[in-house]
């Protein structure tokens, strides 16, 4: 098999894959009839957009302060404390996860491209 051929095991999960992500992303659409979720589920779900976005960027700014001890100039810890700073300020509407990513960058961009910081 040359070096840029795919088998046909990788074509066969690719495509089981796909199916796969497809039918359980379209679920929701594709049911007739609405699927009925008990309100703590729902109110969980109202959570998980920051959720994700606290596990993506939490354990590099976490792991940078450990490392480096505390680096004052470091624009990620400044703009992370902004945007967990705009969460706790405007948590609830329907905008709050947008406006925390507006947030941290708006913090960010400056001390990191402004200033030169880390």
Known sequence: MSAGATDGWTLLALAGLTALTVITRCLFFISARPLPMPRWLERGLQYAPIAALAAVV????LAL???NFFQWRDARLWAALAAALFYRRFQGRPW????????????YLPL????GWA
Do not use: E, F, K, S
């Open 58 to 61: 939490a354990p590099d700014v």
């Open 96 to 107: 709050t996860l947008p406006g925390v990513i507006g947030a941290g960058m708006a913090v």
């Open 112 to 115: 990191r491209l402004g200033l």
């Open 65 to 67: 302060q450990m490392q």
